[in-house]
């Protein structure tokens, strides 16, 4: 089975601090994306990554910085964070298409809260 | 830029009953699939079905089953038999054939199943 890790289930930060959050995966794929998950407005892709130190923006970027420096691992980074960011964060993983569309895998999610 | 749209928030149906969830999608493109997740209660998300554009017949997955109509952009999953764990948030996401990775997710529709 493939298993998409997260290391927070719940975090509680203060309005300007860094904050990391991590994602790991154990199946070797490729893309690693980073969502949030917000009521009402879904999934919004916030970056993406297709191989180790590459990146691509997605939908929301915004406040956001990612880091891949090795295959498993994905790291989101809020370099000063804000109210606005309270939200859901779901990391996910696919292998990279080659044909068709494999499917995503994702982990449990950090529920952040900013105060 | 392609939308996925959900239109139903919540929906609700006795335990054992057939409900329906409905998706539209818009995208100039002619080849995509077309994906439902569910997003258990505290729980993560996966994969439930997935339909290819280029393919006229409807996905099935044991009691999961879609009705795909390309011409009027809609992607609907019907729930058969529905049970106490189909309750969940379930979500419609599109994908190019090609391309980059990004996956495009609806609002999601909230389905609780009354016992």
């Known amino acids: 089975d493939v298993k998409v890790t997260q290391s927070s289930r719940y975090l509680v930060k203060r309005t300007g601090e860094k904050v990391f959050l991590e994602c790991v995966q154990d199946m070797d794929h490729e893309n690693m994306f980073w969502y949030r998950q917000d009521p009402g407005l879904g999934l919004r892709l916030i970056y993406f990554s297709y191989d180790v130190k590459m990146k691509e923006k997605g939908d929301i970027p915004e406040g956001y910085s990612v880091s891949r420096e090795k295959k498993e691992r994905f790291s989101l980074i809020l370099e000063s964070a804000s109210t606005n960011q309270t939200s859901m964060y779901l990391c996910a993983s696919s292998l990279l298409r080659t044909s068709g569309s494999p499917p995503q895998y994702f982990g449990p999610g950090t529920r952040l809260l900013v105060l | 830029a392609q939308t996925v749209t959900q239109s139903q928030p919540e929906m609700s149906v006795q335990e054992a009953e057939t409900v329906t969830l409905s998706c539209t999608y818009d995208?100039?493109?002619?080849?995509?699939?077309l994906f439902w997740y569910k997003q258990p209660p505290s729980r993560q998300m996966i994969l439930v079905i997935r339909q290819e554009a280029y393919k006229q017949q409807n996905a099935t997955e044991n009691r999961f089953s879609v009705n795909f109509q390309k011409a009027a952009k809609s992607f609907s999953l019907k729930i058969s038999d529905s049970q106490l764990g189909d309750t969940a948030m379930y979500f419609c996401a599109f994908i190019f054939a090609f391309g980059n990775e990004k996956l495009t997710f609806g609002t999601g529709t909230r389905l609780t199943i009354i016992p």
């Open positions: 995208t100039s493109e002619s080849n995509y699939y």
